[in-house]
Each structure stands twice: as C-alpha cells, then as structure tokens.
C-alpha cells in the first residue's frame, strides 16, 4: 500500500461528527476521516449490535475496548478483546461481526 497525497496531520475523534448506522440489531457510530483513498474511522457498537449485512471489503480493525466476535461466511468465528487486530483484504472472505458487551474499534479500510 502506498499512502500518497496525505499532509502530517492530528485528529482529535472527539471532535468528528458521529455516523449513525443501523445494524440488523443494535446501533453502529462512525467517526469518519477520508485520507485520499484511505478511510480512517473509530467506530462504537452498541451492546446487542449485529451487522445487517455480509461485508467484502478490506479492512485492518484493532479492538480497543469491549468484545467484538466476527464470522465468516465459510462458517469460521473469530473474537477479538482490547489489544487484537484482524486484517483481511477486498473480496477475499466476506465476514460480519457482533458484540453482546458493545466494542469500540479503530478500522483503517
């Protein structure tokens, strides 16, 4: 991956506006920054979140607080607890994830 086209630069999450996204259950909130091609978001589920879809794109994801349990659609599960990270490429291994406790995330896509 080549990063091109971005100035030094600081984000303060705190002060991006927050998304709201319904899951098929619970809530997701997106603070969302665009870096040239690069998204960069700290994302919050709500406790109970269940994503309303299968997911193909590529994401890097570290798990900061909470829980998150990811599935893919080969039948594998996965969790994650503060401190881990997944990665998977676009269009390789469709995936959606849940938490019961609620997560905060960090996910470069």
Known sequence: MNI???SFGISDWS?????EHKGEA???FWRTQ????????MVEYSPGYLANHWCSKGHILLCLEGE??????DGRKFS???GMSYQVADHAE???SYTTTGVKLFIVD
């Open 80 to 82: 994650l607890t503060p």
């Open 15 to 19: 002060q991006i506006e927050v998304t």
């Open 26 to 28: 619970g809530m997701a």
């Open 34 to 41: 665009q870096f040239d091609k690069i998204r960069v978001r």
């Open 68 to 73: 998150l349990h990811t599935e893919l659609a």
């Open 94 to 96: 469709p995936h959606r």
């Open 4 to 6: 091109e086209n971005v």
